[in-house]
T-cell receptor, first 115, second 115 residues
Framework: GENVEQHPSTLSVQEGDSAVIKCTYS??????FPWYKQELGKRPQLIID?????GEKKDQRIAVTLNKTAKHFSLHITETQPEDSAVYFC??????????????FGPGTSLSVIP | GAVVSQHPSRVICKSGTSVKIECRSL??????MFWYRQFPKQSLMLMAT?????????EQGVEKDKFLINHASLTLSTLTVTSAHPEDSSFYIC???????????FGQGTRLTVV
């Protein structure tokens, strides 16, 4: 089955700096890669996602890149703010049969933005 | 996007008793729902895929007789933790995917404490 790895496990950055989180996946059939932000005790919230037919996607301060050949994908947050502090999870899924495909999560990165 | 409601949000039970957690899709007919477990400072681990009108599919290492899943309607899936023990204490969260896109939506989660 799919295995998703994520690095680093913890990340501290100064406010205004950039944060980068990297993930790898094992199943070459995976073609949908979401990123979730989870605050303590709350449900995960989707922040951005990318499909395998796209190499890069950007939404304001957040961008995601995908290298399907290497099975790598990364999250980039620019101009970080204290409210970006949370745990971030990458994930992978086979999206062909969208309603039925399970989403497998990476181990998570705890991001702290220092004011 | 889909609205997912999960209850209860918190429950404390005595060791040896059973606890039922409900997950409702409020605006979408979900033929498939997913149940995850999250221990403190860890990732979301998929427990099982709940299929409406048929048996759930459990991930490797998850005891199907301990974690009973019922998905009797297109809007409700339940997870029953039977004969709960302190090691079952965790954050349980359900999820479903909208047919129209591949985003996964999550319930609020249930914090289970077994004493």
């Amino acid at each position: 089955g799919e295995n998703v790895e994520q690095h680093p496990s913890t990340l501290s950055v100064q406010e205004g700096d950039s944060a980068v989180i990297k993930c790898t996946y094992s199943d070459s059939a995976s073609n949908y890669f979401p990123w979730y932000k989870q605050e303590l005790g709350k449900r995960p919230q989707l922040i951005i996602d990318i499909r395998s037919n796209v190499g890069e996607k950007k939404d304001q301060r957040i961008a995601v890149t995908l290298n399907k050949t290497a099975k790598h994908f990364s999250l980039h947050i620019t101009e970080t703010q204290p409210e970006d502090s949370a745990v971030y999870f990458c994930a992978a899924s086979k999206g062909r049969s969208a309603s039925y495909d399970k989403v497998i999560f990476g181990p998570g990165t705890s991001l702290s933005v220092i004011p | 996007g889909a609205v997912v409601s999960q209850h209860p949000s918190r429950v404390i039970c005595k060791s040896g008793t059973s606890v039922k957690i409900e997950c409702r899709s409020l605006d979408f007919q979900a033929t498939t729902m997913f149940w995850y477990r999250q221990f403190p400072k860890q990732s979301l681990m998929l427990m099982a895929t709940s299929n409406e009108g048929s048996k759930a599919t459990y991930e490797q290492g998850v005891e199907k007789d301990k974690f009973l899943i019922n998905h009797a309607s297109l809007t409700l899936s339940t997870l029953t933790v039977t004969s709960a023990h302190p090691e079952d204490s965790s954050f349980y969260i359900c999820s479903l995917r909208d047919r129209l896109n591949t985003e996964a939506f999550f319930g609020q989660g249930t914090r289970l404490t077994v004493v």
